[in-house]
């Protein structure tokens, strides 16, 4: 709800209250003999989630002779958010189809509820000269909850100026540029911890094997708490907010009374004391620790170019966007000790997506094949000169290369694609997205193939000659080669492999996947060109149905995802294991996308 009440005519106060509750009650069953419980279970899952938000504003706007117009907007905001889920778990049932809970032998329940309270003072001062100089001004103290007492406020403000130069008098009636603006600005913004981020609570006790269903508490009717387990972040009551500083320059232009638009934006921006889980040996009974563990820095050009190539007395108007994004981060600073972070992935230095300094933030860490100069992924691959060795005249195996930065998810650039043609009634529509570049590791691949059921793998016997350099590793780990007697190991990589040899069974589960061998040799660039969206639409006259004024009816028939370029071997250049967290570049039996085809009816009153 919202009140506004006019003390003057150029002073005014609004209160705005607003609520969102959603609830979600969950009931899953499993009958005796169910391959997933084969004693039978019902799980009793409930979600409630509560949030409250007011705004209490002043606003003020003033006109000084007729150049001159100033605003300014005081206000405060009371944030509150409640989650609660309750869980309740009866396994081992009596009677067969009776999905009652009451009808287990054994139960099990847990509840958490997560609590978070913001507020803030806030204030944005406007002025500007002949509608053509624009200055604005903001500011926000905010308090929260997650943050500890010493350092949980924070300040963070913005500037911009804008100047609209087609309002000159020698640019005002041009019929070639309609409208131009040049635009500057700077911003701070702050961000709080995450919920529960300052101290480590203790949590029903549960101890697993990898093999059975472990040991969960209470047991015999004895309850049971930990505050330590291998999954489990140190909270950290020192923990600062996050703030990010960016600068932005840009230009909006209309030409031939809008029907070509460019926006042009270049920026820069610092985020410090960024909050990240940090890695601990899992001897000190913990996963992680949550720490202000980085400093990262992105900067990027983003084009958009509106067009409308079409636009007839006779109704047809063909309306074409055109975007363009281009972004480069780097990871600048980590926590003192610290060169690299674990952000997601399988752990232990292979396969995960890290923070490491001065790389691109997230990039796919793993390891490698032993090469002639060691962590130098571009020089030839040591090929082995151990005669009755299986690995004899192939790369070295087993993964023993350096572990290191061997992809980077983030893309060299994102483009889209945006059509829209209307003639009476009907509009046709579709986008083309595209991503250049991005690497993925396809780890479904590396599996299939080790196990030999990819059809890669058909080839087993084939002839392959190897291209790199003659070598091993000796016992201290350095690059060697045997001299001509087969015997003397010198230092160094030896002549280019010459030597023959097949696509045998040890290929394929030592050296040719990243299972047995490398992560490095199943990444793939994920690049990719998607029509995103198609569809055709048909708006119904308003007075059709005569005093059924409808404000809105319309019907479209619509396809998502339609057709996929890209050159990915996996189930999908988009797909993500660790969903859309910041971990992306991984790929281990993820689903694919889907396409979907429907009808879809609006209607407006």
Do not use: C
């Not at 029903?204 to 387990?229: E, L």
């Amino acid at each position: 709800g919202q009140a506004t009440y006019q003390v003057l005519d150029w002073l005014s106060a609004t209160y705005r209250v607003g609520g969102d509750v959603y609830s979600q009650n969950d009931k899953q069953s499993y009958n005796i003999g169910s391959n997933a419980s084969p004693a039978g279970a019902v799980y009793l899952i409930g979600y409630t989630n509560r949030q409250f938000n007011s705004d209490f504003t002043i606003n003020m706007h003033k006109t000084f002779a007729s150049d001159w117009d100033a605003s300014l907007i005081l206000g405060h905001n009371y944030f509150v958010l409640n989650q609660f889920n309750r869980f309740s778990q009866g396994t081992s049932l009596v009677l067969p189809g009776y999905f009652d809970i009451s009808n287990a032998t054994s139960f099990l329940s847990s509840e958490t509820e997560q609590r978070k309270r913001t507020m803030a003072f806030y204030g944005e001062a406007t002025l500007n000269y002949k509608k053509e100089l624009y200055l604005t001004l903001t500011g926000r103290r905010e308090t929260s909850s997650t943050l500890p007492a010493a350092n949980n406020t924070f300040f963070y403000p913005s500037a911009s100026l804008a100047w609209v130069f087609t309002e000159l008098p020698a640019l005002k009636s041009s019929n070639v540029l309609s409208f131009g603006k040049l635009r500057a600005s700077f911003a701070q913004v702050g961000k709080d911890a995450p919920l529960y981020a300052l101290t480590t609570p203790f949590s029903s006790a549960a101890f697993q094997d990898g093999f059975t269903n472990g040991i969960t508490f209470p047991i015999n009717g004895n309850a049971g708490y930990q505050i330590s387990s291998a999954t489990t972040s140190i909270g950290n009551p020192n923990l600062k907010p996050e703030n990010t500083y960016s600068y932005e320059g840009g230009t909006d232009l209309e030409f031939f009374n809008n029907r070509i638009g460019l926006n042009a934006t270049a920026y820069y921006s610092k985020s410090t004391d960024v909050i990240f889980p940090v890695s601990l040996p899992y001897s000190s009974g913990f996963a992680a620790a949550l720490l202000n563990a980085a400093t990262l820095e992105n900067k990027g050009l983003e084009l958009t170019l509106s067009t409308t190539p079409v636009k007839t007395i006779s109704g047809v108007r063909w309306d074409v966007n055109f975007n363009w994004s281009r972004n480069i981060n780097k990871v600048t600073q980590l926590y003192p000790g610290f060169d690299r972070i674990m952000v997601g992935g399988f752990g232990g230095g292979e396969a995960e997506i890290d923070a490491v300094v001065g790389q691109p933030f997230g990039v796919i860490y793993g390891n490698t094949f032993p090469r002639a100069v060691a962590g130098d992924l571009k020089s030839p691959l040591l090929i082995s000169d151990v005669k009755g060795d299986p690995n004899y005249a192939m790369p070295l195996g087993g993964g023993v290369g350096p572990n290191e930065v061997i992809g980077n998810p983030n893309p060299n650039w994102i483009g889209s694609v945006i059509s829209n043609l209307s003639y009476k009634g009907f509009t046709f529509s579709f986008q083309i997205d595209v991503k250049n570049g991005g690497d993925m590791w396809n780890g479904t691949r590396g599996a299939l193939a080790n196990k030999g059921t990819a059809g890669e793998t058909s080839n087993r016997g084939a002839p392959a000659l190897f291209k790199g350099l003659l070598g091993h590793l000796d016992a201290n780990g350095d690059v060697v080669h045997y001299a001509a007697d087969g015997v003397t190991e010198l230092p160094g990589p030896g002549a280019a492999n010459t030597i023959a040899s097949t696509y045998n069974q040890f290929y394929w589960q030592n050296v040719g996947n990243s299972f047995g061998g490398p992560q490095e040799i199943d990444v793939e660039n994920a690049g990719y060109t998607r029509i995103r969206q198609a569809s055709l639409t048909y708006n119904f006259a308003k007075n059709l149905f005569g005093k059924n004024h409808f404000t809105n009816l319309s019907v479209t028939i619509f396809a998502n995802n339609l057709k996929l370029w890209t050159k990915y071997d996996g189930v999908d250049p988009e797909t993500s294991l660790g969903g859309p967290a910041n971990d992306q570049g991984l790929d281990y039996f993820n689903n694919p996308g889907t396409k979907s085809y429907g009808i879809r009816l609006n209607l407006g009153l």
